[in-house]
């Protein structure tokens, strides 16, 4: 057997990784020779230390009541100070809009609402090639037909 595989085998036995077939063989390889015997009692001795000091409790459990009061306290100063800037935000918009003057818009009202089916069908004749039906039609229809009306101007004051 090669030293890498024993010293493989060996970590594996002091680990607990071996079942005991390999164990035994192991065992029986390891009594020829007494250097390797002992570096696998030692091994097992560091893994038993080890295991030993896995299992104890730490000595000093830290106080996270004192650090959860204190994330709370900082996370609520954030926020705090982000709703504040929007509330400023909003206080400057509110004010900047009542400070404009009103403005003065001319509305154009309709006497008669423009019959929607009529502008859409009202174009019988087939489309020419190259032609869109659906723009072009319904976009000369609709002129056609607004001219006809005749719009009632007058002037609303509205506040922006």
């Not at 091994?43 to 204190?70: F, W, Y």
């Not at 009542?98 to 006497?111: G, H, L, S, W």
């Not at 607004?146 to 009632?152: F, G, H, I």
Request: charge should be positive.
């Amino acid at each position: 057997m090669n030293d890498a595989t024993l010293e493989r085998l060996m970590m594996d036995a002091a680990l607990g990784g071996l079942n005991e077939d390999v164990r035994e063989l192991l065992d029986a390889h390891l009594e020829g020779d007494e250097q390797k015997r002992r570096e696998a009692l030692e091994r097992q001795g560091l893994m038993a230390r080890a295991r030993g000091a896995m299992t104890q409790e730490c000595p000093a459990q830290p106080d996270l009541r004192d650090a959860k009061r204190r994330m709370r306290i900082d996370r609520a100063r954030v926020w705090s100070g982000r709703i504040v800037a929007m509330a400023a935000c909003l206080v400057i918009g509110f004010g900047i809009a009542r400070m404009r003057p009103a403005k003065e818009v001319r509305v154009v009202v309709r006497e008669k609402a423009a019959d929607v089916p009529v502008v859409a069908v009202s174009d019988a004749r087939p489309a020419t090639d190259g032609e869109l039906w659906s723009a072009q039609r319904i976009y000369k229809n609709a002129i056609e037909v607004n001219r006809t009306e005749k719009p009632r101007v007058g002037i609303k004051r509205i506040l922006q």
